[in-house]
């Protein structure tokens, strides 16, 4: 028999924005508590690794400054203040359970003087134009239906010559491995959602959110087509991830 649970939400490519804007919130204020703990063991811990060669791109010439966007429970907020101890750090998450885990995790390590944690919409940032030295966004843009908007208020508040960074998980195009991807998130990993999330639908979602999301080059011209330059790609474990990573113009230059 079919699992019920499989058809709580919606295929992401049927439904508008607004909808799909509510069933992440929805989501992602009812996974909190086992959020860390899955993200973990679903990628056999793969996720630790690709934050850490993003946080080893970044750089922090001008203003010592660090955006996370869409933060969650704010891992990569955190890498970056122990990776960079002279820098602040400001993350921003539109789901207010996220952020009150975050901030415990903060407060946990340490280090609630160098990291804000705020509740922010991605697509209208509450900062000023060229602020940050580096603007990223880990696991979170496939979830915002509107990637053109997001990116460029990214780019709106990265100072010229700064980076944005998307750290994203993407359909593997490899054609060996593509299948058995395939397997894995469509029936391994609801089947460990199913043991240890109290919203296993929510796994459902995340696979058919990785699968609906663009190709490498696509995301990458899209990138270019906000206006940012010299955009990179490093695919990582056998490119299920990608980072991107995006110049903002510096002033006069085209």
């Not at 959020?35 to 934050?51: G, M, Q, T």
């Not at 203040?81 to 340490?110: C, H, W």
């Not at 990291?115 to 509450?126: C, E, N």
Request: hydrophobic share 45%.
């Amino acid at each position: 028999m079919e699992n019920p649970t499989k058809h709580k939400y919606p295929p992401v490519n049927t439904v508008s924005d607004q909808e799909r804007v509510a069933i992440v919130k929805d989501i992602f204020s009812t996974i909190t508590g086992k959020y860390d703990f899955l993200n973990h063991l679903l990628s056999l811990r793969r996720d630790i690794a690709w934050r850490r060669f993003a946080l080893s791109k970044m750089l922090f010439p001008r203003t010592g400054k660090f955006l996370d966007v869409a933060c969650g429970t704010g891992d990569l907020s955190v890498g970056a203040a122990l990776q960079y101890p002279s820098i602040q750090v400001t993350g921003i998450d539109f789901v207010a359970e996220m952020v009150r885990v975050g901030k415990n995790k903060v407060d946990k390590r340490g280090l609630t003087d160098r990291i804000t944690l705020l509740q922010a919409d991605a697509l209208k940032l509450p900062f000023n134009d060229n602020n940050f030295d580096v603007t990223a966004i880990a696991f979170g843009i496939r979830n915002i239906p509107d990637k053109i908007q997001a990116l460029k208020e990214m780019l709106r508040v990265t100072v010229p010559g700064g980076q944005v960074m998307i750290l994203e998980m993407t359909f593997i195009q490899n054609r060996l491995f593509k299948f058995l991807y395939y397997v894995y998130l469509n029936y391994l990993l609801p089947l460990f959602a199913r043991i240890f999330s109290t919203n296993p639908s929510a796994y459902y979602y995340l696979a058919d959110s990785i699968m609906n999301f663009p190709t490498p080059a696509a995301f990458a011209r899209l990138m270019s087509d906000t206006g940012m330059k010299n955009v990179k790609k490093y695919p990582l474990t056998f490119g299920i991830t990608y980072l991107h990573i995006g110049e903002k113009p510096k002033a006069g230059l085209p």
